[in-house]
């Protein structure tokens, strides 16, 4: 059914590396080496830290540890360790790997760990050696995956580092979060393949090639929208939701429904890889004709423009420095200004979804976010543009509508759209 749009999709994946499988290994570990001459020692600096002690354990691990293992890593084993010791004087990232590791592994990390020397002896020995005035570990109030060493873990590595060392060791969130949080210039052209793959998807399946009102359901079309995903060997972190609004319903979002002339459908999608850690996230709007029309009707042609124009000001509000729940504050109230109802709820995007770095509004609370949304903005940072508008309808009767809207964007010095973004209504 769909075939030529796979074939289309594979070709482009496979020019920018990410297909087949082992090519998509081949540039995680492109990605990794760049992030680590790259993001890593900003990071370090940034955060004043100038040791860094990643721990997991087998099936107990630690979600930051697979940012930072090879592809033919695919888990700790028994327990592995890596530290990153910053030189102050010549900012240069010494890594080093503690417990089993790969092939892949091998060429990226210095082994430091001595034949009859257990795990904590050899990390023990190692930060005695490098004598630094703090430790960061994973651990954080704020984000989960940031918080990824257990107790048994922390406990171990207090008594192999001694008295001494132990009370140097402190909460890595500073560290971690822009570890996380900051792309690398190939994961920012990575992300502009994933985000124009996840546009090809939601093209085909928004279209009357696929949608046929009366008998197309919305589950259809969340269900092609993963066969499409996994026949180009990626996954979903989510969904994808695909729901439909609909004049006489007091449901905003209706799911598993027959779409029908005048619905307006929407959908929410998301894939990411399988060796590249690279999320995408977005929304698109679509409307169902009626027999005879040719366009949308008028009122919903203007909401979505007023949802267009409340992303140019949400991105317009996207300064480097500034908190998420300024740029939200000011965003909503400019958006109000001008006679738009908005709803913001931005988040960092990357290696993983719902991402590190500030939160800008949340859909269940407008307002003030403690801790995440306190956060600045900082520069080479990707983010889901989440949002909606809304406004009572007279052609359904003073229905409440709402335009939900999301696009995949890049504040890299200027804030761009990583793959363009839907201009106007689609038509079905």
């Known amino acids: 059914m769909y075939q030529k749009v796979i074939d289309s999709m594979k070709q482009k994946l496979e020019q920018g590396g990410l297909y087949p499988l082992k090519a998509q290994a081949e540039l995680s570990t492109r990605i990794l080496k760049e992030r680590l001459e790259v993001v890593l020692p900003w990071a370090m600096e940034k955060s004043g830290m100038d040791m860094w ?3 997991s354990r087998e099936n107990c691990e630690d979600p930051i540890i697979h ?10 084993r028994r327990i592995s360790i890596l530290m990153f010791h910053r030189n102050p004087s010549t900012g240069l990232i010494r890594r080093m790997a ?5 092939p892949e592994m091998s060429q990226i990390y210095e082994n430091v760990q001595g034949k009859d020397e257990t795990v904590w002896e050899a990390a023990g020995r190692m930060v005695a050696e490098l004598a630094p005035e703090n430790i960061a570990v994973d651990r954080s109030f704020l984000y989960g995956f940031c918080d990824g060493l257990s107790s048994t873990l922390y406990e171990n590595l207090k008594e192999a580092v001694g008295e001494a060392y132990a009370s140097r060791i402190c909460d890595g969130e500073e560290l ?24 090809d998807i939601v093209d085909y399946t928004f279209s009357g090639e696929f949608v046929k009102p009366g008998v197309t359901t919305t589950t259809d079309i969340e269900w092609c929208m993963r066969e499409m995903i996994s026949s180009l060997g990626y996954s979903y972190w989510f969904g994808p939701d695909v729901d439909l609004q609909r004049k006489g319903s007091n449901v905003s979002r209706m799911f598993h429904e027959v779409i ?15 060796y590249v850690h690279l999320h995408t996230d977005m929304q698109w709007v679509a409307y169902i004709l009626k027999e005879g029309e040719t366009k949308a009707p008028a009122e919903f042609e203007v909401l979505f423009d007023k949802g267009n124009r409340f992303r140019e000001i949400v991105m317009e509000e996207l300064k480097e420095g500034v908190s998420g729940n300024e740029v939200f504050a000011s965003s909503v109230q400019r958006a109000k200004d001008e006679g738009i109802c908005p709803m913001l709820y931005t988040h960092p995007l990357g290696t993983f979804g719902h991402g590190s770095g500030p939160s800008i509004g949340q859909y269940g609370n407008q307002g003030f976010l403690p801790g995440t949304g306190e956060r600045p903005v900082e520069d080479k940072t990707c983010y889901a543009l989440e949002l909606n508008v809304y406004d009572d309808v007279a052609l359904w009767e003073g229905q409440q509508v709402f335009m939900y809207l999301e696009e995949d964007i890049c504040k890299d010095g200027k804030v761009e759209y990583l793959d363009g973004h839907q201009e106007k209504l689609l038509l079905i």
């Open 53 to 55: 002690i990643v721990l």
């Open 67 to 76: 940012t930072l293992f090879t592809w033919d890593m695919p888990e700790a």
């Open 98 to 102: 503690v417990g089993m590791h790969s």
């Open 176 to 199: 971690t979060v822009r570890w996380l949080q900051r792309v690398s210039p190939l994961e920012k052209e990575t992300m502009r393949i994933l985000t124009s793959v996840t546009h």
């Open 260 to 274: 029908l002339p005048g619905d307006l459908i929407h959908c929410d999608i998301g894939l990411n890889g399988l």
